[in-house]
């Protein structure tokens, strides 16, 4: 049984080696290393105080100018602190970015409670909501967000709170 091993690798030993030929050549490469883009939240999407009405109810919040427009229903927008959610995006100078929001719509449960209420149609700054932008020469460039919030009918009064996540990538 050695005897097989031994010329097995004794056979591979003999190859002759003089027989490959290597030619010169050459080749390039390239990367680019950046560093990757931020985003720091500066401000909460706030819809502020109501009072729960009869009927299914909409609001939305105006990522602009943070205003809450009544779209239907009978609960009452009683004011309070209203305020669309607001980030800084820092990444490389002049670059372009692109922020989404990970999902379409959340639920906002009451504090102490099972009970809920939708926030959805999430919607960017900017007029027409675009989500692509131009990072300054300094490297931000600032987002709001607003969306629309449905009250149920009768809804059980108290403070609800979610959360929804953000992306941002280079494009």
Not at 58 to 83: H, K, N
Not at 137 to 148: D, E, I, P
Request: hydrophobic share 35%; net charge positive; proline share 3%.
């Amino acid at each position: 049984m050695r005897h097989g091993l031994w010329l097995s690798f004794s056979a591979a030993a003999c190859f002759p080696l003089a027989a490959v030929h290597a030619a010169p050549g050459s080749g390039q490469t390239q990367t680019i290393v950046s560093k990757g883009v931020n985003i720091s939240k500066t401000s909460d999407l706030r819809f502020g105080n109501f009072a729960a009405g009869t009927s299914l109810s909409r609001f939305s919040m105006d990522p602009d100018s943070g205003a809450i427009v009544q779209l239907s229903g009978d609960a009452v927008s009683l004011g309070g602190t209203q305020t669309a959610a607001s980030f800084i995006a820092y990444g490389r100078p002049l670059e372009t970015v692109r922020m989404t929001v990970s999902q379409n719509q959340i639920d906002l449960t009451r504090v102490n409670g099972t009970e809920k209420m939708r926030v959805d149609q999430f919607r960017f700054d900017g007029g027409n909501g675009t989500r692509n932008r131009t990072l300054s020469a300094s490297g931000s460039v600032a987002y709001k967000l607003g969306g629309r919030l449905t009250i149920n009918p009768n809804q059980t009064g108290g403070a609800y709170i979610g959360s929804f996540n953000i992306n941002i990538d280079y494009q």
